[in-house]
């Protein structure tokens, strides 16, 4: 993949825009536990937006699925960070979009910020199957210069839908997507939901089967944004996309991925990326829709 050019390095901070855009690395855990890894996969970064499928599944679980009453699960075919909610409910559309997740985030366990940031940090961790960490300088600037983040948490406050501050809102979202992580423990994250919420690598079973069948569910109509159909259609595995060039992979009951490589396409998606997943798609034949030929 690295032949490969294209796209432009994400400038929303600035240590997204530092990234080097050379860097690539590629991880793959089976359900049954074992992995592979290539490249840059041990180099760590901010998981940004690749968080959202599991404050999704956090949520679920701490409010037995009541989660599902308060965002809905429909595709936009808009920008991740548009100010628009549902129509006549004042949902988020999805919990892969910003409103969504910053909603799920609020949804997450207690009683002010720091205590559901640490719950996710201890959830995500859960899920990498290793303690995991933040990287303040990132959340600061996630909080202080996410301002679509706090029209959007203002706008749901207005509708009832979120009913914490907004502020306390954008903080705990802003520190998960600061959370750093590397392929290679992305990767056992997307395997433990591809195992049905059972970590392959620990054994710990950290969601039920039934929230880890949602979340990889949502992953597949939402997961990418505008761009879910194309990527269905030409990579066929439930995925989430981060403006931080990671790719999370999902392919349930046979392994889980994670990609970076920062440099993006207009939609937000990691270019090298994209090719990749495409690539180990076809040679492990893991589209979800196979050979229809029959």
Not at 177 to 195: P, Q, S, W, Y
Not at 203 to 230: H, I, K, Q
Not at 234 to 251: D, H
């Given at each position: 993949?690295r032949e490969h050019g294209g796209g432009a390095v994400d400038d929303s901070i600035p240590a997204l825009a530092a990234?080097?855009?050379?860097?690539?690395?590629?991880?793959?855990?089976?359900?049954?536990?074992?992995?592979?890894?290539?490249?840059?996969?041990?180099?760590?970064?901010?998981?940004?937006?690749?968080?959202?499928?599991?404050?999704?599944?956090?949520?679920?679980?701490?409010?037995?699925?009541?989660?599902?009453?308060?965002?809905?699960?429909?595709?936009?075919?808009?920008?991740?960070?548009?100010?628009?909610?549902?129509?006549?409910?004042?949902?988020?559309?999805?919990?892969?979009?910003?409103?969504?997740?910053?909603?799920?985030?609020?949804?997450?366990?207690?009683?002010?910020?720091?205590?559901?940031?640490?719950?996710?940090?201890?959830?995500?961790?859960?899920?990498?199957?290793r303690p995991l960490s933040v990287d303040e300088d990132v959340a600061v600037d996630e909080h202080l210069l996410g301002?679509?983040?706090?029209?959007?948490?203002?706008?749901?406050?207005?509708?009832?839908?979120?009913?914490?501050?907004?502020?306390?809102?954008?903080?705990?979202?802003?520190?998960?997507?600061?959370?750093?992580?590397?392929?290679?423990?992305?990767?056992?994250?997307?395997?433990?939901?591809?195992?049905?919420?059972?970590?392959?690598?620990?054994?710990?079973?950290?969601?039920?089967?039934?929230?880890?069948?949602?979340?990889?569910?949502?992953?597949?109509?939402?997961?990418?944004?505008?761009?879910?159909?194309?990527?269905?259609?030409?990579?066929?595995?439930?995925?989430?996309?981060?403006?931080?060039?990671?790719?999370?992979?999902?392919?349930?009951?046979?392994?889980?991925?994670?990609?970076?490589?920062?440099?993006?396409?207009?939609?937000?998606?990691?270019?090298?990326?994209?090719?990749?997943?495409?690539?180990?798609?076809?040679?492990?034949?893991?589209?979800?829709?196979?050979?229809?030929?029959?």
């Amino acid at each position: 993949m690295r032949e490969h050019g294209g796209g432009a390095v994400d400038d929303s901070i600035p240590a997204l825009a530092a990234a080097d855009p050379e860097m690539l690395g590629v991880a793959l855990v089976g359900v049954d536990g074992s992995t592979s890894s290539a490249g840059d996969a041990g180099t760590p970064f901010s998981v940004q937006s690749a968080v959202k499928p599991f404050l999704f599944a956090l949520a679920l679980v701490d409010t037995d699925g009541g989660a599902l009453d308060r965002v809905g699960i429909e595709p936009t075919g808009e920008a991740f960070d548009a100010v628009k909610l549902e129509s006549g409910t004042g949902r988020p559309p999805n919990p892969m979009v910003n409103a969504g997740a910053i909603l799920t985030a609020a949804l997450v366990h207690g009683g002010s910020a720091d205590e559901r940031s640490e719950r996710i940090l201890r959830g995500l961790s859960a899920f990498a199957g290793r303690p995991l960490s933040v990287d303040e300088d990132v959340a600061v600037d996630e909080h202080l210069l996410g301002d679509r983040n706090h029209a959007l948490a203002h706008l749901m406050r207005s509708e009832g839908t979120l009913t914490i501050t907004a502020d306390d809102a954008v903080a705990a979202y802003a520190r998960a997507c600061a959370v750093l992580v590397d392929a290679e423990a992305l990767a056992v994250m997307g395997a433990t939901l591809a195992a049905g919420g059972r970590n392959p690598v620990t054994g710990e079973l950290v969601v039920p089967p039934a929230v880890a069948r949602d979340v990889v569910s949502v992953m597949a109509t939402c997961g990418v944004y505008d761009g879910s159909g194309r990527w269905m259609r030409s990579v066929g595995v439930p995925a989430k996309s981060s403006v931080s060039g990671a790719i999370v992979l999902a392919a349930p009951g046979i392994l889980g991925a994670a990609v970076i490589s920062p440099p993006l396409d207009e939609r937000g998606t990691s270019v090298r990326g994209h090719l990749a997943a495409e690539l180990l798609s076809a040679e492990l034949g893991l589209h979800s829709f196979g050979d229809l030929s029959g």
